[in-house]
């Protein structure tokens, strides 16, 4: 009975309570149906919203797959050729041209190595490149040879970045071929140019040098020119004071004897005629004495003749008149003549021989008055084509100063005189010891 009031208690307490459970549950569903309503509601936006997003991701892969089909055209049919190298220069992708350029199918380049298609020569730049493209990561470039099929070379300049993380590098490689020949001819041309303008300007160097030259013995012979007119100028007054006093001579010559001689016979025979008719008329005496007076007239006359021109020189012919000269110069001065002059010798022009004696004459007149020697040698040498006589006198010595003074008109008048003839004369001194003065002309035209 105890056991039924209790479950009597249970039963009691489980009606009271049940209303209340009960609502509880009821509030419990309501609240859980409108949860699972909003959240339906939430699910049904975020389906609409993935839709909507699925078809922009569809959208923006089909857009992906044209833009990428658009740089899969563009990349395989670029102009110029473009690869895409790992860090060991290792081939990962390339489009038609690079395939071309290098003259191998594209699946059999994949994975090669680039640098075997690179010249020895420029495959150390080639490395360089690419080390630095990896290690800097900016933009590089460069030129290198590539060997093609037929072992054809290229000059191509490679352009390259570095792409994605760093795992490879795009590189473009343009073909400068052309561009690297018309280098080379341009150089080529550069410098045989300047090879030309080297030569020209060594020639333009000689020629300004002669031209410099030639200006300068212009300048010489017209300072010489000058100074021989001044020269002439001076030799002509020189010889026509020469002249005036041969002039004055032979005026004083003909005044001091000729006349002299002919007024004693004048005086002579005016006696006679006036004393003619005188018985103690001495006529063989006065005939003596005036064949005396004409006898000295007829010497006096002939020195004027033989001054101004040696009969014996026309008629026995220069060496002759040589030697009468010498020994009259011994005998007048008293200075020793060693004459060694050769009677057998060809033969010289009238013309000739008459301006060679009247130079030595000159010669031995200075000789007498400025040397103070005692002792003259005479050499002769003659052959067909020359003549040539060696004076040498054992005096003072003429100097340097007197062969160059422009005054001293007689050696210049005997070097024009000897060079009229194309011949020379040269004057050689030592001083206290004496002059050697050597003429030579030539005797055959």
Not at 90 to 102: A, H, P, T
Request: charged share 25%.
């Amino acid at each position: 009975m105890k056991k039924d009031g209790k479950s009597v208690s249970a039963i009691l307490h489980i009606k009271v309570e049940a209303p209340s459970v009960i609502s509880e549950s009821y509030q419990s569903y309501n609240d859980s149906h409108s949860a699972n309503l909003k959240l339906i509601h939430q699910l049904q936006v975020h389906q609409i919203e993935l839709e909507m997003q699925n078809n922009e991701l569809a959208l923006a892969k089909e857009r992906a797959e044209v833009a990428a089909q658009k740089y899969a055209e563009i990349y395989d049919f670029a102009a110029a050729s473009h690869f895409t190298l790992s860090k060991d220069g290792e081939i990962i992708d390339l489009n038609n041209f690079g395939s071309q350029m290098l003259g191998r199918e594209t699946r059999k380049l994949i994975n090669s190595r680039f640098g075997f298609f690179v010249s020895e020569d420029t495959r150390p730049a080639f490395n360089r490149f690419i080390n630095k493209l990896f290690t800097d990561k900016t933009k590089e470039s460069c030129e290198v040879t590539l060997s093609a099929q037929n072992n054809v070379y290229k000059y191509v300049q490679l352009c390259g970045i570095v792409g994605g993380k760093g795992e490879y590098c795009l590189v473009s490689v343009t073909d400068i071929t052309d561009l690297k020949k018309a280098e080379i001819e341009l150089n080529h041309l550069k410098k045989g140019l300047e090879a030309e303008v080297l030569l020209r300007t060594d020639e333009l160097r000689r020629t300004n040098l002669r031209l410099a030259q030639e200006l300068n013995k212009r300048l010489a012979n017209q300072k010489k020119l000058k100074q021989s007119l001044h020269e002439y100028r001076q030799l002509y007054n020189y010889l026509h004071k020469v002249r005036e006093d041969e002039r004055v001579s032979i005026a004083r010559i003909i005044h001091d004897d000729i006349a002299q001689l002919l007024t004693t016979m004048k005086l002579e025979l005016t006696y006679w005629k006036v004393n003619a008719e005188k018985p103690d008329l001495n006529t063989d005496e006065n005939i003596n004495s005036l064949l005396l007076l004409v006898e000295k007239s007829i010497t006096a006359i002939s020195l004027i003749i033989t001054d101004l021109r040696p009969v014996i020189l026309d008629k026995l012919g220069l060496i002759p008149a040589l030697i009468q000269l010498f020994s009259g110069f011994q005998q007048h001065t008293g200075i020793v003549c060693d004459n060694r002059l050769l009677e057998d010798t060809f033969p010289v022009k009238t013309e000739a021989a008459l301006v060679i004696y009247q130079v030595l004459v000159e010669v031995m007149a200075n000789i007498r008055n400025h040397s103070k020697a005692s002792y003259v040698t005479v050499k002769m040498a003659s052959n067909p084509s020359a003549f040539s006589i060696t004076v040498n006198d054992n005096g003072k010595g003429i100097t340097s100063e007197e062969l160059s003074n422009p005054n001293s008109f007689g050696i210049i008048g005997m070097k024009e005189r000897i060079h009229g003839l194309k011949g020379q004369i040269t004057f050689t001194g030592s001083i206290g010891k004496g002059t050697k003065i050597l003429l030579k002309v030539p005797v055959k035209e």
